[in-house]
């Protein structure tokens, strides 16, 4: 989480210093969410995000250097410098792709998981998308088809209580986007997205659910951004005191004074952790700032499969 919130900072510092193409929308505040599901998954497991998903990226095991490249554009990213903040992918490590399309990644994920099961792979699909994603027709009809199919899949709907700045209160007609999982005789699963603990706990149990039983499930994690939609976004449908407030549940401090009231984390032990969080980050900027941009030669290459399967 600690890795995650650093480098959403100095993404945010390279696209205000003119360095990143195209926007970002950050995660800070979302740290739990992505690192208590990914932490219950195997590495083979599928993922798919929507475009805020720079924290799921990174939880999932991508190479924080290529990550940072990607939103430089630069040849070195995880896409080759072709997909930028809101479409990167990284088939090493089962990333099927963060994407700009609201509710995209809850389709994407059902077709993996239907794929798991139809080859018999002890795998699951874990789609992440937001409060607003869960309003989208692609929502119910992906919900549906995973249950008559009986499908390996996740469904975890980050609820950050603000699509853009339309406030999931005005939006959604049902007080928990959880309680959605009924309609499809599924699991609607409530979880605190500012603890990690209590996600991974409710992520451990619906991959036991996929692989054991392939049945999907749906967590409804309820978390906060603690910055705009995206980079520049004047945020005045809140105000800076409710921001404030809602920062008192800051998921890296929460975890961090649970493990020292435990006695497992020393002020020693926790500003070696930062300065070398700090180090990693940095050696991944200088790193995304000298790499190349994608030659004009390569245009077509990663275009095409080289092989079905």
Not at 172 to 182: K, L
Request: net charge negative; aromatic share 6%; proline share 2%.
């Amino acid at each position: 989480m600690v890795r995650i919130r650093e480098f959403e900072s100095r993404a945010e510092e390279q696209t205000l210093a003119g360095n990143v193409v195209g926007g970002i929308h950050l995660a800070i505040g979302h740290e739990a969410v992505a690192v208590g599901v990914m932490q219950a998954l195997r590495r083979e497991d599928y993922v798919t995000g929507p475009h805020r998903g720079h924290h799921l990226v990174l939880a999932k095991g991508s190479d924080m250097k290529n990550v940072m490249a990607e939103l430089l554009g630069k040849a070195t990213g995880i896409s080759g410098g072709r997909g930028g903040s809101m479409h990167m992918a990284d088939a090493e490590t089962g990333l099927l792709g963060v994407n700009g399309i609201v509710g995209a990644s809850i389709v994407i994920a059902t077709g993996a998981a239907f794929s798991a099961k139809y080859l018999g792979q002890d795998r699951v699909a874990v789609a992440f998308f937001g409060d607003g994603g869960s309003n989208k027709g692609q929502f119910h009809e992906s919900l549906n088809m995973a249950s008559i199919l009986d499908l390996p899949a996740i469904y975890v709907c980050e609820n950050n209580e603000f699509a853009v700045e339309t406030a999931v209160s005005y939006s959604t007609g049902v007080d928990n986007i959880a309680e959605r999982g009924s309609s499809y005789r599924m699991p609607g699963i409530i979880v605190d997205g500012l603890d990690v603990l209590d996600v991974y706990v409710a992520a451990k149990e619906a991959r036991q659910r996929a692989v054991q039983d392939s049945r999907p499930t749906l967590i409804e994690a309820k978390t906060y951004r603690f910055k705009g939609h995206s980079i520049g976004d004047k945020e005045d449908y809140r105000t800076k005191e409710e921001v404030q407030e809602r920062m008192k549940s800051d998921p890296i401090f929460k975890l961090k004074h649970r493990l020292e009231e435990a006695g497992w984390l020393s002020e020693q032990q926790w500003n070696e952790l930062k300065s070398e969080v700090d180090r990693e980050v940095e050696t991944a900027v200088q790193f995304a700032l000298n790499s190349p941009l994608p030659s004009a030669a390569t245009a077509l290459h990663h275009v095409y499969a080289k092989e079905m399967f």
